[in-house]
């Protein structure tokens, strides 16, 4: 059963030494519920695109800028909850750079 609080999940992150221009790597671990805020901080000196599937480019990130995304405001009518789903693994891909990516959110528990 829902209870009414939000718990965050564990930060991931990825160093940009280790992202490749070509296949997509995993930012951590699979995602621990099913979040209804996430934000993707690169830290880094190298632009990246994320994917949601690992075959699909999703949203690009420029170095040193973030991205936050509420999936709750983009609900459907009806009053149902729009959230990325438990277990979603976050990917990416770039150029090698200096720095970290990281990758936080929040869902309820």
């Known amino acids: 059963m829902a209870k009414?609080?939000?718990?965050p999940i564990e930060l991931q992150e990825i160093d940009a030494a280790t992202i490749g221009a070509g296949a997509f790597s995993e930012i951590g671990?699979?995602?621990e519920g099913a979040c209804s805020f996430i934000r993707i901080t690169?830290?880094?000196d190298?632009?990246?695109?994320i994917s949601?599937?690992?075959?699909?480019?999703?949203?690009y990130i420029p170095a040193t800028k973030t991205i936050?995304?509420?999936?709750q405001i983009n609900n459907v009518p009806a009053s149902k909850k729009s959230l990325l789903r438990k277990g979603?693994?976050?990917y990416i891909r770039g150029t090698a750079g200096t720095g970290?990516?990281?990758l936080s959110g929040y869902y309820n528990e």
């Open 88 to 90: 979603t693994i976050v």
């Open 52 to 59: 949601f599937d690992g075959v699909n480019d999703h949203e």
């Open 4 to 7: 009414d609080y939000i718990v």
């Open 100 to 102: 970290y990516v990281f």
């Open 42 to 44: 690169n830290d880094s």
């Open 46 to 49: 190298t632009d990246v695109i």
């Open 68 to 71: 936050s995304t509420y999936f």
């Open 29 to 31: 671990n699979p995602l």
